[in-house]
């Protein structure tokens, strides 16, 4: 069988994937689950996280977000049994690719799949909905009445954190980057009207396409000058000049400025450099910063319990329809190489899902 892999060669501005027969482990461990994999979702792959974990190798694995059938079970396995239908993120150090039509994963890595739920959807949710709710819970501590900033609204993570924190009474603004970003995002917002849903998903869309909307001022009238309880980033200039593809990403004194008193500034800039007097604003203001890695659930130990309460509450939100996931047309395992590649380099606005 064939599975998706990444080469490493040192070159990561020209990433090149490519498909390679592999061979499923004959011994399942104790806790170990074989499982036939239905579908798989694409998502970018972070290589310096690699490196920092010190999980290099020659090939690394690529697609991780799997939804399949347990064909079989480890002996000491409590929690799933044959023709289980599930739904799981392959741990960061997995030697199989997501791709592979059967896969050994642990048990502790899978929660059930809803009877009504499709294939595609559970495994495009999967990974964007655990990033919501990191950000929104986890590290937000997120409540019903505060205001929330989603930058970049239209990504498939932003479009999750929105409906959850619609869905808890949370008044949400988001950027739209593109005049077609725009009309996504005020279709989502038209969409809850006709539900006769009392409240909008979206407060307000803000045009950070057009210089005619300033990101500080809309934030601010919104909030009759009081600033936004909670602000998720997908990226923030750390300097004045930047080069052009950073030019929708906001300034992080804007973010800084924006915020509430109590606030909090969940952040994807792995590289954030805060001055002091960037510290000193955030300390007059008694706010503060945290950075999202949704991969501390599967990279430690600790909290598994957790981990597995928010994967099993993702499926429950996809079930009920809080959660309803962009996707482009399913590709075919032969177009994983080339739909991989666009998905690396952010060409896609919605979620890749293989069907196998």
Not at 100 to 126: G, H, T
Not at 190 to 209: F, G, Q, Y
Not at 214 to 235: K, N
Request: hydrophobic share 40%; with cysteine.
């Amino acid at each position: 069988m064939k599975g998706l892999y990444y080469k490493a060669d040192g070159d990561k501005a020209d990433v090149k994937f490519l498909l390679q027969d592999t061979n499923v482990p004959i011994n399942i461990g104790n806790h170990q689950v074989k499982v036939q994999v239905k579908s798989c979702a694409l998502s970018p792959v972070d290589f310096e996280l690699f490196e920092d974990l010190k999980l290099e190798r020659e090939h690394i694995a690529v697609g991780r977000e799997i939804t399949g059938v347990v064909l079989q079970v480890g002996p000491r396995v409590t929690f799933f049994h044959p023709d289980d239908e599930v739904v799981g993120i392959l741990p960061l150090d997995a030697e199989q690719s997501g791709l592979c039509s059967v896969v050994l994963i642990d048990e502790f890595n899978l929660v059930p799949k809803p009877e009504k739920v499709s294939w595609l959807e559970a495994a495009a949710v999967i990974k964007d909905g655990l990033r919501a709710y990191t950000a929104l819970h986890t590290l937000a501590r997120m409540a019903s009445g505060q205001t929330l900033l989603v930058l970049d609204g239209a990504s498939p993570f932003g479009v999750l954190a929105i409906q959850l924190a619609n869905y808890y009474g949370v008044k949400v603004l988001a950027t739209a980057h593109s005049p077609e970003d725009q009309k996504f995002l005020e279709e989502l917002r038209s969409a809850a009207v006709a539900r006769n849903v009392e409240e909008t998903l979206l407060a307000r869309v803000i045009r950070v396409w057009d210089t005619k909307d300033d990101l500080v001022e809309a934030c601010l009238e919104e909030t009759g000058g009081l600033g936004v309880d909670i602000v998720i980033d997908s990226g923030v200039r750390l300097f004045d000049e930047e080069p052009e593809p950073q030019r929708y990403k906001p300034h992080k004194h804007d973010l800084l400025t924006l915020l509430s008193v109590g606030g909090h500034w969940v952040t994807t800039e792995q590289h954030l450099q805060l001055d002091p007097p960037d510290s000193h604003i955030l300390f007059l203001k008694a706010a503060s910063v945290s950075f999202l890695n949704d991969e501390v659930w599967t990279a430690s130990r600790a909290k598994l319990g957790r981990y597995l309460h928010i994967l099993k509450d993702v499926m429950e939100k996809l079930r009920t329809g809080v959660f309803r996931p962009q996707l482009e047309e399913s590709v075919p395992l032969y177009d994983a190489t080339v739909s991989m590649e666009m998905v690396q380099r952010k060409q896609v606005r919605k979620r890749i899902v293989v069907k196998l």
